[in-house]
């Protein structure tokens, strides 16, 4: 048989490591389209003039879309087969990418889990080069993965890795460009707030509402490259009511264009130090964010930058005025999809 069904949990073994294929040159059609799926408004990653005057030599691509980019290509080798995605750790945007650079992806498998029944947990570390072998993205997830049958053992030993619970901040410059900094335009970027104005523990609301339809669930899926089987068919469970299942990279990107309304002076996304999909979303749901404050450090050896470490929250159909989180008990209240830990550079 010449077609691939796909890795199941046994298939997997700690240290494999997928060359993926399809290669994506990235272009300014790319660019056109995320932005009209996403809302996304971020001056830098909009304007070639406004990158430009601050260093770079056009536009560069928005951070998530290139997270977008890499994990699909990896899902034809290590995802067709996963029920979900549990969570990410330690994800660092490296490099920037331009329209017209190409991203290649490679995963390695640094970890097994058997949970006892129909399924396993696999833990992956995925890289995104671009020409010349230039490292754009890495990133830890793990995913629930279905065995060929209930009680198949692995051919692996167990191994749950250890995974880093930030992205320390002295590690956030290293890989900066240059910029010159004093030369952003706050009336172009949307927003005079910069570093030094945001305070621990503040918390903002994004205001504004994204729906999500059955169109742009489906032209996401392709758009990303994303085949897994899930993306997009209606499904069948009594929380979605037959409607389709959206792409949780979709979720995300949204949640960082709406997140503009409030933190429009982000540079650059740094790192996703943690991040999981709460709940799923499905076609027909409006995606509102709030963001909290909870870490400030300055950047070694910049004047001009400072990062901020930010709380990204997502909801379903629920304004997020009340800043929705957790109820007494501590669990996650119905309306929260996306819970997010970034480092966000911003200007001083």
């Given at each position: 048989?010449?077609?691939?069904?796909?890795?199941?949990?046994?298939?997997?073994?700690?240290?494999?490591?997928?060359?993926?294929?399809?290669?994506?040159?990235?272009?300014?059609?790319?660019?056109?389209?995320?932005?009209?799926?996403?809302?996304?408004?971020?001056?830098?990653?909009?304007?070639?003039?406004?990158?430009?005057?601050?260093?770079?030599?056009?536009?560069?691509?928005?951070?998530?879309?290139?997270?977008?980019?890499?994990?699909?290509?990896?899902?034809?080798?290590?995802?067709?087969?996963?029920?979900a995605n549990l969570g990410y750790a330690g994800c660092r945007f490296l490099s920037p990418v331009y329209p017209g650079e190409t991203i290649s992806?490679?995963?390695?498998?640094?970890?097994?889990?058997?949970?006892?029944?129909?399924?396993?947990?696999?833990?992956?570390?995925?890289?995104?080069?671009?020409?010349?072998?230039?490292?754009?993205?890495?990133?830890?997830?793990?995913?629930?993965?279905?065995?060929?049958?209930?009680?198949?053992?692995?051919?692996?030993?167990?191994?749950?890795?250890?995974?880093?619970?930030?992205?320390?901040?002295?590690?956030?410059?290293?890989?900066?460009?240059?910029?010159?900094?004093?030369?952003?335009?706050?009336?172009?970027?949307?927003?005079?707030?910069?570093?030094?104005?945001?305070?621990?523990?503040?918390?903002?609301?994004?205001?504004?509402?994204?729906?999500?339809?059955?169109?742009?669930?489906?032209?996401?899926?392709?758009?990303?490259?994303?085949?897994?089987?899930?993306?997009?068919?209606?499904?069948?469970?009594?929380?979605?009511?037959?409607?389709?299942?959206?792409?949780?990279?979709?979720?995300?990107?949204?949640?960082?264009?709406?997140?503009?309304?409030?933190?429009?002076?982000?540079?650059?996304?740094?790192?996703?130090?943690?991040?999981?999909?709460?709940a799923p979303v499905f076609t027909g749901s409006t995606i509102h964010a709030w963001s909290t404050i909870v870490g400030k450090e300055l950047i070694?050896?910049?004047?001009?930058?400072?990062?901020?470490?930010?709380?990204?929250?997502?909801?379903?159909?629920?304004?997020?005025?009340?800043?929705?989180?957790?109820?007494?008990?501590?669990?996650?209240?119905?309306?929260?999809?996306?819970?997010l830990d970034l480092w966000l550079l911003m200007p001083r």
């Amino acid at each position: 048989m010449k077609s691939s069904g796909g890795r199941y949990y046994e298939d997997f073994r700690v240290g494999q490591v997928f060359r993926h294929a399809s290669p994506r040159t990235v272009t300014d059609g790319d660019v056109a389209f995320y932005r009209a799926l996403t809302g996304s408004r971020f001056a830098l990653q909009s304007s070639d003039d406004f990158a430009r005057a601050v260093g770079h030599p056009v536009a560069p691509i928005d951070d998530f879309l290139v997270f977008n980019v890499v994990f699909a290509q990896s899902v034809p080798d290590v995802g067709l087969n996963a029920v979900a995605n549990l969570g990410y750790a330690g994800c660092r945007f490296l490099s920037p990418v331009y329209p017209g650079e190409t991203i290649s992806a490679v995963t390695e498998v640094i970890g097994l889990r058997d949970t006892g029944g129909r399924t396993g947990v696999v833990y992956l570390r995925t890289t995104g080069h671009k020409e010349g072998g230039v490292e754009v993205i890495d990133f830890a997830r793990w995913q629930t993965v279905r065995k060929t049958e209930e009680g198949v053992p692995p051919f692996s030993e167990q191994l749950v890795p250890p995974l880093p619970a930030a992205v320390p901040a002295d590690a956030l410059g290293s890989h900066l460009p240059v910029l010159d900094l004093s030369a952003w335009d706050s009336g172009l970027s949307g927003s005079r707030f910069r570093w030094g104005d945001y305070e621990l523990g503040e918390r903002i609301d994004h205001l504004d509402g994204i729906l999500i339809d059955e169109g742009s669930t489906m032209l996401a899926a392709r758009f990303f490259g994303n085949p897994a089987r899930q993306h997009p068919l209606p499904f069948s469970d009594e929380r979605s009511r037959g409607r389709w299942l959206v792409p949780g990279g979709l979720v995300m990107a949204i949640g960082r264009a709406l997140s503009f309304n409030g933190l429009s002076n982000a540079v650059h996304v740094a790192a996703l130090n943690a991040g999981r999909y709460v709940a799923p979303v499905f076609t027909g749901s409006t995606i509102h964010a709030w963001s909290t404050i909870v870490g400030k450090e300055l950047i070694d050896g910049r004047d001009d930058l400072g990062a901020l470490r930010v709380r990204l929250v997502g909801t379903r159909d629920q304004p997020a005025a009340d800043f929705p989180d957790r109820d007494d008990a501590g669990a996650y209240l119905p309306s929260v999809v996306l819970d997010l830990d970034l480092w966000l550079l911003m200007p001083r």
